[in-house]
């Protein structure tokens, strides 16, 4: 499967109520950079965007006067971006540079994740850029005390934006962050209230890079090697570990052989069909038997996956290894290491027979690559 760049780029704004997202959405907006932007806001509330105090277009499409267009959205986000999709083809409306989905305020993200990646004619014309995940330094640690919506947000960010640090202690502000590096270690911290908070350093950080227009892999990992250090580094906690916390667990699993397909296809059907819910979300780049120099992408949100891309060639010409990142809850990270090494065939002392794992009826190969 080709690369397709003429694909629209998502990004998905999300964070509590009162985090600052509008306020952030309103500073991005006026930033050249994002002209033939579209937004979509999926609340179902008052929307407040400053914007959005113009006289409402019939069709609930807003043209404003920087190029930027507001969908008032109170259905699905699938029919919204269908529906957009539409217009350009037909001419209606320019062509989109991007798309920024603004999320309400406790949402579970992996809904919002699943429509763009889980629906292949919408797959097909979007690709999904990340996620960004505000959290304000004054009430963040409360919330996520509170909801556990709100620690599932920060765990499957790309970017993590910290606002109101300025009204906040500088102790809490340092809780807080020791925090949100441990529930995730690989999103960047950006501060909100500076001008690094730009569509610089939020966007534009998934699979492509439109520079270069090829692939970036360790960007869109976020997995470089002294990750695995540090990591094991800061493992002991910093606070009092929460109950929403303490279970969600982000790591990485690196391979250096080509992997069977049928083997592949075992292991991810397994993960998606027996624990699904507990994978918060999994990106993965695989080197396969079959087309070792060709390698495959995956990219899935609790039991919906993107279908599986074939890149032309590694992005890395001296790094050929399978590497998955997974951010999981309740899903230890032992269970999936041991299943990936039985499913792989990596030689292990407790190693489940071959035929025994044949016949488990739970590892009936579902997924078709």
């Not at 949402?107 to 014309?125: E, H, R, T, Y």
């Not at 990750?227 to 990485?252: A, C, K, L, P, W």
């Not at 075992?266 to 819910?277: K, P, Q, V, W, Y």
Request: with cysteine; charged share 25%; proline share 5%.
């Amino acid at each position: 499967m080709s690369l397709r760049f003429a694909s629209v780029p998502v990004s998905i704004l999300t964070g509590f109520l009162g985090a600052g997202k509008t306020t952030l959405l309103n500073r991005l907006l006026k930033d050249p950079d994002l002209a033939d932007t579209a937004v979509i806001i999926n609340e179902f509330g008052d929307v407040s965007i400053d914007h959005l105090l113009v006289e409402t277009a019939s069709d609930g499409i807003i043209e404003l006067s920087d190029g930027c267009l507001c969908c008032t959205v109170r259905g699905e986000l699938v029919d919204t971006l269908a529906d957009l999709m539409d217009r350009m083809q037909t001419g209606k409306i320019k062509p989109l540079q991007r798309v920024i989905v603004e999320t309400t305020g406790l949402a579970d993200p992996a809904p919002v994740l699943q429509s763009v990646i889980g629906n292949p004619v919408i797959s097909d014309c979007y690709r999904l850029d990340g996620v960004v995940t505000v959290v304000d330094a004054v009430n963040g640690f409360a919330t996520l005390d509170r909801h556990a919506e709100a620690v599932r947000q920060v765990a499957v960010a790309d970017r993590i934006v910290l606002t109101k640090q300025t009204l906040a202690n500088a102790e809490a502000v340092a809780a807080l962050t020791a925090r949100l590096a441990q529930l995730n270690p690989r999103a960047p911290l950006i501060d909100g209230d500076s001008a690094q908070a730009g569509s610089a350093t939020l966007f534009d950080c998934g699979l492509y890079d439109p520079s270069t227009k090829t692939a970036d892999v360790s960007r869109w990992l976020q997995d470089e090697d002294d990750y695995e250090q540090h990591h094991h580094h800061h493992g002991h906690h910093h606070h009092d570990v929460n109950r929403h916390d303490g279970n969600i667990r982000s790591f990485s699993i690196v391979h250096d052989k080509p992997i069977e397909p049928m083997a592949l296809d075992m292991f991810i059907d397994l993960l998606r069909s027996a624990h699904g819910e507990k994978l918060l979300r999994m990106k993965a780049i695989v080197a396969l038997t079959d087309k070792p120099d060709s390698p495959m992408i995956l990219h899935g949100v609790q039991t919906i996956f993107h279908t599986p891309q074939r890149l032309g060639a590694w992005p890395d010409a001296s790094d050929k290894r399978t590497r998955m990142v997974l951010i999981t809850q309740d899903l230890p990270e032992t269970f999936v290491r041991d299943l990936f090494d039985a499913f792989t065939g990596k030689p292990r002392i407790d190693r489940p027979d071959r035929a025994a794992l044949e016949d488990n009826p739970l590892a009936v190969p579902g997924m078709k690559f």
